[in-house]
């Protein structure tokens, strides 16, 4: 096995096992599919698909066994679309640069009384490439990506059956195939809504998404179940959701995890599009006694704000739309600011002219300059949001 697959089989064991201590320290069906999952490795003489083949024995002697296949893959929200039309996962290597400087210089800073200026300089040159490529994820990156590497791994069904049923038929067992997910997402200041209340996440990790659950209903049938495994882009923090391949929404219904309808400014962005262009940020360190000051320069091209308020209009009807209905919204920050203060003198909507995709509202006389000024400011201080 190469250093790259061996790197590989150790990051989908890593994915495998914190699935499995979540799962387990749930109840209800999230606790018995973990359960599964944690039979004992069927040793094969090739490393063949799917990537985890696990044998869970009868808890009594009435019982068959159980032969679980486990495919692993990973979605990353931070990629970019490669010029053959393919998404390209840059979380994952900007997770492997922040691992190997830590490796490399973690002991050195620990038996040192002062801050090496080299690993200072470092640190800074991997943040600066982790923020030029973050200020390019979209929905659309992250609904994408996800939808290509679906497709991929459903091409290879019949591989992942043929192997299971060949274990499962020498044990005289039964057998499952569990699709694990890696989701890995850089989503900031999003506004969920449910059940007429609002709460606000600053850095979300779970987005449980109609766009998504709709991507795996149409998915292969024979699958069993769905573990997904939520994290940012470091995992940092991490929660992982188990249901049933067969009944999904009834599944997440039944944990009461909402679905929500995604309405962030960048709901129609065209693909492979964002709202800055040549985006770079550079970051430097100073240093002033004991204290190191982290400085970002940050230098881009943005949307003319005319036309990105298109945007924010259009995801803004969608939310009204959904939550008209008594349906789970998700909006960001730019959404949900128009939302509570503009949406009161909203009466209606009209095509706009010149496109053949957008709307604009019908709007009430708005109140005063000091009054819109006003109610801005009450709504970042409603949410706390004076330091972003």
Partial sequence: MGKNEDEKKKAERSCLNTAIQNLLSQRGDSKRIGKLMTGCDIERQFEERPDFIRYFSPTNDNRRGTVVGIEHFRVDHIS?????NKYQ???IIHQKRTHAYYNKWHETIQNSEDIPDSSLTEMCDILSSHFNNAAYATIQTFVSSFKQTIDTHMESIDEYERAIKREAKKRNAIYKLIILIDVHSAFRNLFFHYNENTHYENTPVVLMLDSIIAMLEKADKRVDYYVLCFSDTLNIKTKTIAFDAKKIRGSLKKMHIPIYHYCGADLFLPEGEAFVKDYHMEMHHEECGEEITFRAYP?????????????IYNALRCACFYLARKEPVVTDLEVEKILEVIKPFIVSWRK???????YEPVLLPLPTIDYMDNAFKAFEKRWKLGDL
């Fill in 80 to 84: 970019n679309l490669t010029k053959n």
């Fill in 89 to 91: 996962s840059l979380g």
């Fill in 299 to 311: 230098t881009m091209n943005i949307m003319r704000p005319e036309y990105k308020l298109k945007f």
């Fill in 352 to 358: 706009c002219q010149g496109d053949n995709w957008s």
